[in-house]
């Protein structure tokens, strides 16, 4: 069996990576923190490693590895840069460190970077036609962008098999940052379709980007290279919101506008600046990825990388509601556990 080493094993995308992983027999290591929630994890063959990345000294790996698949990572809009930083950056320099130390034999270093590098709110968007910066989640961006830089570095210096991958918006079970509060906005009544709801969002579903890293473990692809990952289809946001009121039994009445989406976004931000305890749900970045068309050009990951995304809008959708049904009730049964 080949191994392979998934960093931010417990969250949304590195869970799903590992029962992937898991399913197409290989032995798989899980990097966790020691305070990290591992129910995603229940259930998996998944050998569980812990260490902290952003610790040089907080790392100690199997001497054995084939592939690295790189998902540990901050996803925070608005993070200060320091703190971006230590969790992007700095956490995947001192992993790649601990790899050269050790003088393992990797086949493969999957990194798990951002679309947003590109740009966005644009059509068709790639590396040679760039889209708009994303303000609001700049220092995220930046350091997306420093780490991938210097993985190309490590891989012309010192011949590091690095391959990119960059996502558009990830949706899926375990997701706990978008879906899990969309479905619980829809649920306590709130309008969560803002505007017309007709312009597309860059849709990506985590299997797809499980089988796009698959792809990069099978040595699909070219080592030095990025490569874009989306479900390759136009989804709005009123697919994307109807289905889940729909299947949420809530039907929205009152269409905020845009405009005034943004209004409200900005007080939000403003009352969490000055009460940090207060979480704000409608951000600058938020609303803005509403607002215009975002698309993105994946041709060069279908040729080079063999990737043929799957389209079953509804079935995926679908796997999100029911795992958003199946989670609230665990967190119940874990509440009166205590």
């Given at each position: 069996?080949?191994?392979?080493?998934?960093?931010?094993?417990?969250?949304?995308?590195?869970?799903?990576?590992?029962?992937?992983?898991?399913?197409?027999?290989?032995?798989?290591?899980?990097?966790?923190?020691?305070?990290?929630?591992?129910?995603?994890?229940?259930?998996?063959?998944?050998?569980?490693?812990?260490?902290?990345?952003?610790?040089?000294?907080?790392?100690?790996?199997?001497?054995?590895?084939?592939?690295?698949i790189h998902?540990?990572?901050?996803?925070?809009?608005?993070?200060p840069m320091?703190?971006?930083?230590?969790?992007?950056?700095?956490?995947?320099?001192?992993?790649?460190?601990?790899?050269?130390?050790?003088?393992?034999?990797?086949?493969?270093?999957?990194?798990?970077?951002?679309?947003?590098?590109?740009?966005?709110?644009?059509?068709?968007?790639?590396?040679?036609?760039?889209?708009?910066?994303?303000?609001?989640?700049?220092?995220?961006?930046?350091?997306?962008?420093l780490t991938?830089?210097?993985?190309?570095?490590?891989?012309?210096?010192?011949?590091?098999?690095?391959?990119?991958?960059?996502?558009?918006?990830?949706?899926?079970?375990?997701?706990?940052?978008?879906?899990?509060?969309?479905?619980?906005?829809?649920?306590?009544?709130?309008?969560?379709?803002?505007?017309?709801?007709?312009?597309?969002?860059?849709?990506?579903?985590?299997?797809?980007?499980?089988?796009?890293?698959?792809?990069?473990?099978?040595?699909?692809?070219?080592?030095?290279?990025?490569?874009?990952?989306?479900?390759?289809?136009?989804?709005?946001?009123?697919?994307?919101?109807?289905?889940?009121?729909?299947?949420?039994?809530?039907?929205?009445?009152?269409?905020?506008?845009?405009?005034?989406?943004?209004?409200?976004?900005?007080?939000?931000?403003?009352?969490?600046?000055?009460?940090?305890?207060?979480?704000?749900?409608?951000?600058?970045?938020?609303?803005?990825?509403?607002?215009?068309?975002?698309?993105?050009?994946?041709?060069?990951?279908?040729?080079?990388?063999?990737?043929?995304?799957?389209?079953?809008?509804?079935?995926?959708?679908?796997?999100?509601?029911?795992?958003?049904?199946?989670?609230?009730?665990?967190?119940?049964?874990?509440?009166?556990?205590?």
């Amino acid at each position: 069996m080949e191994r392979v080493l998934i960093t931010g094993a417990n969250g949304f995308i590195g869970s799903n990576l590992c029962s992937y992983f898991v399913d197409h027999s290989y032995e798989v290591f899980g990097l966790v923190r020691k305070t990290s929630d591992l129910h995603f994890l229940e259930g998996t063959a998944v050998k569980l490693i812990t260490g902290d990345l952003t610790e040089s000294d907080g790392i100690s790996l199997p001497s054995s590895i084939d592939y690295v698949i790189h998902a540990a990572s901050l996803v925070i809009d608005d993070v200060p840069m320091a703190l971006a930083r230590q969790n992007i950056l700095d956490a995947t320099v001192n992993l790649v460190e601990w790899l050269e130390r050790n003088k393992l034999p990797l086949k493969r270093f999957v990194y798990i970077s951002t679309c947003l590098v590109l740009g966005h709110r644009s059509l068709n968007i790639s590396d040679e036609n760039r889209g708009r910066p994303a303000y609001g989640n700049l220092s995220y961006v930046k350091a997306k962008e420093l780490t991938e830089s210097f993985l190309r570095d490590k891989h012309r210096e010192n011949g590091l098999p690095v391959l990119i991958l960059r996502p558009t918006d990830v949706f899926g079970p375990n997701d706990r940052t978008s879906s899990m509060r969309i479905l619980a906005g829809i649920e306590s009544g709130w309008p969560t379709l803002a505007g017309t709801g007709n312009r597309v969002l860059s849709f990506c579903y985590v299997g797809n980007l499980a089988k796009a890293c698959y792809l990069a473990c099978q040595m699909r692809g070219k080592d030095g290279a990025a490569y874009t990952v989306t479900n390759g289809q136009e989804v709005t946001w009123r697919q994307l919101m109807g289905y889940f009121q729909l299947r949420m039994g809530r039907q929205q009445r009152i269409f905020v506008p845009v405009a005034i989406a943004y209004v409200l976004a900005v007080f939000m931000q403003a009352l969490h600046a000055l009460v940090p305890s207060f979480e704000a749900l409608l951000t600058w970045y938020r609303v803005s990825k509403v607002g215009r068309d975002t698309t993105y050009d994946i041709s060069r990951t279908r040729e080079e990388l063999g990737y043929e995304p799957d389209q079953d809008l509804e079935r995926q959708l679908e796997s999100i509601v029911q795992w958003y049904v199946r989670e609230k009730s665990g967190r119940m049964n874990r509440s009166r556990g205590r």
